[in-house]
């Protein structure tokens, strides 16, 4: 399946674009500093998607840098 794929299936399932996912995301409180496991939990539990269609809406948000770089642990 194509990553557009991914995105179409989930507009068809959910009416929603991407850019939908980001206003409820801002609303929720997740952006910018969410992690991907805390916007997959989201879409999966108000959105019912599946962690590859999450993956997709995740991947959308950190290519159009609506979502903060990850920060890395210091190491000891």
Do not use: C
């Amino acid at each position: 399946m194509s990553f557009q794929a991914y995105l179409d299936n989930i507009k068809a399932k959910t009416g929603k674009a991407p850019e939908d996912f980001r206003k409820a995301a801002h609303a929720a409180g997740l952006l910018p500093d969410a992690s991907a496991t805390e916007i997959v939990n989201w879409l999966a539990r108000d959105f019912q998607l599946g962690r590859g269609h999450a993956m997709a809406i995740f991947a959308v948000f950190k290519h159009k840098g609506w979502i903060a770089p990850a920060r890395r642990k210091a190491r000891r």
